[in-house]
């Protein structure tokens, strides 16, 4: 893995953001983190490299892991901007977008937005919008230990002690926590008009759900599914809300298979 920071001009100013790269040749993968941040997609991206001809590009969204986050960017739509910006100033094409969470928001956002430079989405247990009778769960109230319960198929799998953390991991997993507020804020994880602009998202699009996801059921992402037109919907069994670290072995063909489907740019014989 090689990490880089790159500063993009926006209209609002300056932002510097942080990626990280597995693979160096291969068909380009945007690879976006969850509330987690980027340790709980690193794994996965480094198996996706190392399995399959794929360059998998994982910014940092700012604000985690100790990186900046100017006072302009709180939203979701914004941060998506910021990352067909960096598909421009990287010059990608035929992109395959992969987002776990608040990062298949983010994700679906890209999807709304129509970059030319994508190819296919694939949403993986993502949140962002409004579904009746099936809320997302509220975790920012939860223990470390609680949210495993709701994240995982087999949580004794993901034992957590939070009293083994240094004073430096507290103080990023505090950082991270208040950082996934202020982007999911004011609607709890959701924004009421994306529904709405998902009807025109023409990417083709896969909607890969855990089946024994307690953060936001597979009703949930099957209403996610029948948002997009013509996007499929695929129940991952065994797994729970992040398949990448839970289930890689079971999430990677589904996610190789789907960009390889619909992929634009052919590689050479």
Known sequence: MTRSIHTLILDQGPL????????????????LHGGGGPQTVAPFAGLLAEQRAA????????????????????DVTTLAQVYAQLLDAFDLRDVAVVGNSI???????????????????TLVDAVGIHVPGHP????FGLTPVELSRLSFHDPSKFRFDPSALS??????????????????SPHA???????????????????AWGASDQVVDADYGRAYAQAVPDAEFR??????????????????????DFADAHATIRPRP
């Not at 597995?22 to 690879?31: D, N, T, Y």
């Not at 997302?136 to 975790?139: C, L, Q, S, V, Y």
């Not at 994880?189 to 909607?207: G, I, N, Q, S, Y």
């Open 235 to 256: 129940l991952l069994p065994g797994t729970g809300h992040m398949p990448q670290s839970e289930t890689p072995g079971q999430l990677l063909p589904v996610v190789w």
């Open 167 to 184: 004073e430096a991991q507290r103080a990023v997993m505090a950082t991270n926590r208040a950082t996934l507020q202020v982007y999911s």
């Open 189 to 207: 994880m959701a924004d009421p008009t994306l529904a709405e602009r998902l009807t025109k998202v023409a990417h083709p699009t896969l909607v």
């Open 55 to 74: 360059r998998v590009f994982s910014p940092v969204h700012p604000g985690f892991d100790g990186t900046a986050r100017p006072d302009w960017l709180t």
């Open 136 to 139: 997302i769960a509220d975790t």
């Open 16 to 31: 510097d953001v942080t990626v990280d790269l597995h693979g160096r040749q291969g068909r380009p993968f945007l690879l």
């Open 103 to 121: 990062g298949g928001w983010i994700a679906a956002e890209l999807a709304a937005l129509g970059s030319d430079r994508i190819s296919s989405v």
